[in-house]
């Protein structure tokens, strides 16, 4: 991915990055990212000379077909992990056990707190389950990391990017390895992403939202839905209007001319 994509990437876009010397060169460490875009898994990445694992969901690796050929081709390549989010606990227990493998190699492990990518630029709660329970279960340092800009880069609905420079800053590691063994403790879980939570937004400038980026993204489909459906009886209601009025001019013709043949 280096090789293939991180030379024309960096040449293109010309990412800046900020605080490169608190990766370690060597050992264990997770990077809790803000996510912004599709992007931010390759321009985080290209900027390292380390490896960096993400995780991915497994249907990108399972895809018949040559184009689902490829496509599971090209996240093998650029060090993605497959996550099965089927079963009781879907995703997040997957998501726990690929971390803590990755970790206990020594390398470095990508993650979004959040979940998904956020909606409309700002910064939401992060999710207290993946991030926490991987670093008390390994003792790994957490690096917060704030890209900038990767949004505006390709927008929703937009085929060819945008030229422009993003950015990367890169925080001081978080020792959490005092806490270890609390794991199961749900308050320690919520802690201990909140705080990793408040260090990507002094990183990144970004407005915090206390809530989740999923619930964001069900009232922004759903307020769209419902702009929609007022948009869709407005026409109704105004061409039945239309329709009322036609009939009524049609009605008073009518009655005029019935009027005149009496006279």
Not at 116 to 138: H, Q, W
Not at 172 to 184: K, S
């Amino acid at each position: 991915m280096k090789v293939a994509i991180g030379g024309p990437l960096k040449l293109a876009f010309r990412p800046w990055v900020e605080g490169l010397e608190n990766i370690p060169a060597e050992g264990p460490a997770i990077l809790a990212s803000n996510h912004l875009s599709f992007s931010d898994s390759f321009f985080l990445p290209v900027v390292l000379d380390r490896k960096v694992t993400f995780i991915a969901k497994a249907e990108y690796f399972t895809t018949p077909g040559v184009k689902g050929r490829l496509t599971a081709a090209f996240f093998k390549g650029v060090g993605q992990l497959p996550v099965d989010r089927s079963g009781a606990r879907g995703a997040g227990e997957a998501a726990i056990k690929s971390g803590i493998e990755v970790l206990e190699r020594g390398e470095l492990f990508g993650i979004y707190p959040e979940g998904t990518r956020s909606p409309d630029g700002r910064l939401y709660r992060g999710k207290p389950g993946g991030l926490a329970r991987v670093a008390l279960a390994t003792g790994a340092p957490v690096i917060p990391v704030a890209m900038i800009d990767t949004e505006k880069i390709q927008p929703p609905g937009k085929v060819v990017p945008k030229l422009m420079r993003p950015g990367i800053r890169i925080g001081r590691p978080l020792d959490f390895t005092r806490y270890q063994g609390m794991e199961q403790d749900r308050f320690m879980l919520r802690a201990l992403t909140d705080e990793v939570m408040y260090e990507i937004m002094k990183l990144s400038g970004q407005e915090y939202v206390d809530i989740y980026a999923t619930a964001a993204k069900r009232q922004i489909a759903e307020a769209a839905k419902a702009e929609k459906e007022a948009e869709k009886a407005a026409k109704a209601a105004l061409a039945q209007a239309t329709k009322d009025q036609a009939d009524k001019e049609k009605a008073e013709r009518e009655k005029a001319e019935r009027e005149k043949k009496a006279q």
